[in-house]
């Protein structure tokens, strides 16, 4: 098994748990789903590497604030589905890398990522998360 080497705008297969199935008891997800990786960093030298994911998802969003469209052509160069997919500002996922919700892409066994989400995406996401935690701050959810 190789793992990617974490980085912002990175994106994984991933058991990606709601806040609302978490609100509700859960403490596992109730399926595997690209996310982008926001925050890798190490707090010590040898440490962890703490991780923050923002979810894909193809249900389109209630509050059209909360989320960016990934734009088709992403999609084909990540290699996934043809259907319109979000990425989501309001849900964020936090564990030490690589955790226990990491999981390989169906039919690529030995990958675990999708590739990287171009630096203008990657921006819009972030900058849709630091505007969206001035409006609703939300934490992410301790996932380790």
């Not at 690209?34 to 991780?51: E, F, H, K, M, Q």
């Not at 509050?63 to 469209?69: G, L, Q, R, Y």
């Not at 964020?92 to 690589?98: D, G, K, M």
């Not at 039919?107 to 849709?128: C, H, I, S, V």
Request: a positive charge; aromatic letters at 8%; one cysteine or more.
């Amino acid at each position: 098994m190789t793992l990617p080497v974490p980085r912002p705008g990175l994106v994984v297969r991933y058991a990606f748990l709601w806040s609302h199935e978490a609100e509700t008891g859960a403490v596992e997800a109730v399926k595997d789903r690209p996310c982008a990786i926001v925050v890798a960093a190490r707090s010590d030298p040898g440490g962890d590497i703490r991780t923050i994911v923002a979810p894909i998802t193809h249900t389109p969003p209630l509050d059209p604030t909360a989320s960016i469209e990934i734009p088709s052509d992403v999609c084909r160069m990540l290699g996934l589905d043809g259907d319109r997919q979000w990425l989501r500002f309001d849900e964020l996922n936090r564990f030490a890398w690589p955790g226990f919700d990491l999981r390989p892409i169906p039919g690529r066994a030995a990958a675990y990522d999708y590739g990287m989400l171009p630096p203008n995406l990657f921006e819009k996401l972030k900058q849709g998360i630091l505007r969206r935690q001035k409006e609703r701050p939300i934490k992410p959810l301790p996932r380790d």
